[in-house]
Nanobody, 127 residues
């Protein structure tokens, strides 16, 4: 089992930046692929972006493309989400997810493939 712990959320004004971190512990493995999802009140949990263990390829939802960037540290146990030019519609609880194995740009968007989830960190963007 892999334990995931998110941090870095907060309350910011529109246009500001935040960096979220997700630390993985337990039975981690170099083949672990990870992703960020978010869920706003009354809405379904949606894919934000992900990073595959296959060559570190990344993918993002259209609404954050060019504003958000995912990276991993050299040990490949911490994933970051750099969020720039935040908008009120980015307000949500942000979750980290992981699975052992490679993902594709398409498969990483499906929350059903992930069997490890963090508790979430709240991001609130005021206008």
């Amino acid at each position: 089992q892999v334990q995931l712990a998110e941090s870095g959320g907060g309350l910011v004004q529109a246009g500001a930046s935040l960096r979220l971190a997700c630390v993985a512990s337990g039975r981690t493995h170099p083949t672990m692929s990870m992703a960020w999802f978010r869920q706003a009140p009354g809405k379904e949990r949606e894919f934000v972006g992900g990073i595959s263990s296959l060559r570190g390829s990344t993918a993002y939802r259209d609404s954050v493309q060019g504003r958000f960037t995912i990276s991993k540290d050299n040990a490949k146990t911490t994933m970051y989400l750099q969020m720039n030019d935040l908008k009120p519609e980015d307000t949500a609880l942000y979750y980290c997810a992981a699975l052992l194995g490679a993902t594709t740009a398409q498969s990483m968007r499906d929350r059903r493939i992930y069997n490890n989830w963090g508790q979430g960190t709240q991001v609130t963007v005021s206008s």
